[in-house]
């Protein structure tokens, strides 16, 4: 079973206890925030003692700025009596990538689609949808359609041998699987082959296979039609079916995730900022920086993603992410805050009690 399977699964799991794959989502976003919350809080303890340390750096790095190799020396000599790795803060966000990609390639996969694709949630439309796709109607008997659409077949199918009939037989590299028979003409019948050795079947059986049914996905619009695959050749399975013309629109649903991922991911760094501008060693030109960061990334991030089509579903998972990240802010910065504080106080008692001895001599 490979993770895009898996990751459909536990979303099918999570959906029959919550109702939706909406909250599915939500709630499979809360679980891996909560196993990711140890780095992420290692993260930001990892932050706020680089920016304790930033003066000793500093100084290190004028002292030996003409000689690179002791300056890398006298660093990680540093680095190693502070029990500081630099590198520690990288850690979430290499954790975080390969779910967030796995996430996209579930909801864009046409296992997802299949099951689950046309799903509302609140003011979502559809999960799958991108900012500018078409959703035709799936199950409908016409493929909605334009020249430069692509096809691809769901990972099973179901094969007529005769008498018999096999279920789920696996079809293997669907990705290149379905090719269409000459040029895409819309209002006319589309005729789609698929090659014999693409079914996981004995080479004994493969020359026996009458047809089968196959669900087609055209992957531009995520819609679904279950289609008869009859022989034709020696090894060829071919099918037509009848299309429609079909055209692109903006989807406003997905405008609005855009603008809540922006706002929320700027909060959380608007958030970051005002608790570093606490730290009064931080050099003003990289704070500097940090709010030109704060401004602009969520604009640059934002305008990625109206080039790149993400589903509405990945972004239910980032805007719930950055909400968690907010709170997580805050309650580990009031912790970290109230450790520095005991710190200060049993300081303090040590020197009170050093003084008092004085004293007393």
Same mark, same amino acid.
């Given at each position: 079973?490979?993770?895009?399977?898996?990751?459909?699964?536990?979303?099918?799991?999570?959906?029959?206890?919550?109702?939706?794959?909406?909250?599915?989502?939500?709630?499979?976003?809360?679980?891996?925030?909560?196993?990711?919350?140890?780095?992420?809080?290692?993260?930001?303890?990892?932050?706020?003692?680089?920016?304790?340390?930033?003066?000793?750096?500093?100084?290190?790095?004028?002292?030996? !700025?003409?000689?690179?190799?002791?300056?890398?020396?006298?660093? =990680?000599?540093?680095? $190693? +009596? #502070? &029990? /500081?790795? *630099?590198?520690?803060?990288?850690?979430?966000?290499?954790?975080?990538?390969?779910?967030?990609?796995?996430?996209?390639?579930?909801?864009?996969?046409?296992?997802?689609?299949?099951?689950?694709?046309?799903?509302?949630?609140?003011?979502?439309?559809?999960?799958?949808?991108?900012? !500018?796709?078409?959703?035709?109607?799936?199950?409908?008997?016409? =493929?909605?359609?334009? $020249? +430069? #659409? &692509? /096809?691809? *077949?769901?990972?099973?199918?179901?094969?007529?041998?005769?008498?018999?009939?096999?279920?789920?037989?696996?079809?293997?590299?669907?990705?290149?699987?379905?090719?269409?028979?000459?040029?895409?003409?819309?209002?006319?019948?589309?005729?789609?082959?698929?090659?014999?050795?693409?079914?996981?079947?004995?080479?004994?059986?493969?020359?026996?296979?009458?047809?089968?049914?196959?669900?087609?996905?055209?992957?531009?619009?995520?819609?679904?039609?279950?289609?008869?695959?009859?022989?034709?050749?020696?090894?060829?399975?071919?099918?037509?079916?009848?299309?429609?013309?079909?055209?692109?629109?903006?989807?406003?649903?997905?405008?609005?995730?855009?603008?809540?991922?922006?706002?929320?991911?700027?909060?959380?760094?608007?958030?970051?900022?005002?608790?570093?501008?606490?730290?009064?060693?931080?050099?003003?030109?990289?704070?500097?920086?940090?709010?030109?960061?704060?401004?602009?990334?969520?604009?640059?991030?934002?305008?990625?993603?109206?080039?790149?089509?993400?589903?509405?579903?990945?972004?239910?998972?980032?805007?719930?992410?950055?909400?968690?990240?907010?709170?997580?802010?805050?309650?580990?910065?009031?912790?970290?805050?109230?450790?520095?504080?005991?710190?200060?106080?049993?300081?303090?008692?040590?020197?009170?009690?050093?003084?008092?001895?004085?004293?007393?001599?």
């Amino acid at each position: 079973m490979d993770f895009v399977t898996l990751t459909i699964k536990v979303l099918k799991l999570l959906a029959s206890f919550c109702g939706s794959y909406g909250l599915a989502i939500v709630v499979l976003t809360l679980i891996m925030r909560a196993c990711l919350w140890p780095f992420n809080t290692s993260q930001q303890r990892n932050m706020r003692t680089m920016q304790a340390l930033q003066p000793k750096m500093k100084a290190i790095q004028e002292r030996y !700025k003409s000689n690179p190799q002791m300056m890398q020396q006298k660093m =990680m000599e540093f680095y $190693k +009596e #502070h &029990k /500081f790795n *630099p590198m520690g803060g990288c850690l979430p966000l290499l954790i975080q990538m390969p779910i967030f990609i796995l996430l996209y390639s579930s909801l864009m996969s046409p296992q997802f689609i299949q099951i689950a694709g046309d799903s509302k949630f609140l003011f979502i439309n559809r999960l799958d949808t991108t900012l !500018k796709a078409s959703a035709g109607i799936s199950n409908d008997g016409t =493929m909605g359609v334009a $020249k +430069e #659409h &692509k /096809f691809m *077949p769901g990972k099973v199918a179901k094969v007529y041998i005769g008498d018999e009939i096999l279920e789920n037989v696996k079809i293997s590299n669907p990705k290149n699987a379905v090719e269409v028979q000459g040029e895409i003409e819309p209002g006319k019948d589309m005729d789609l082959k698929i090659s014999l050795d693409h079914l996981d079947l004995k080479f004994s059986q493969l020359k026996d296979v009458d047809k089968a049914e196959i669900t087609v996905t055209d992957v531009n619009t995520r819609e679904n039609e279950n289609l008869t695959f009859n022989r034709q050749g020696e090894d060829l399975l071919v099918a037509s079916v009848p299309t429609i013309p079909i055209n692109t629109a903006w989807h406003f649903d997905v405008i609005i995730l855009i603008a809540l991922f922006g706002i929320t991911m700027w909060l959380s760094q608007k958030l970051m900022m005002a608790i570093n501008k606490k730290n009064t060693d931080i050099d003003p030109a990289q704070q500097a920086i940090q709010k030109s960061m704060g401004t602009f990334m969520p604009i640059m991030i934002m305008f990625t993603f109206i080039i790149i089509p993400i589903p509405a579903g990945v972004f239910i998972y980032l805007i719930v992410s950055n909400l968690v990240q907010i709170v997580q802010t805050v309650v580990v910065n009031k912790q970290l805050d109230a450790e520095e504080a005991a710190k200060k106080n049993a300081v303090s008692d040590i020197d009170l009690a050093n003084a008092k001895n004085v004293t007393k001599e």
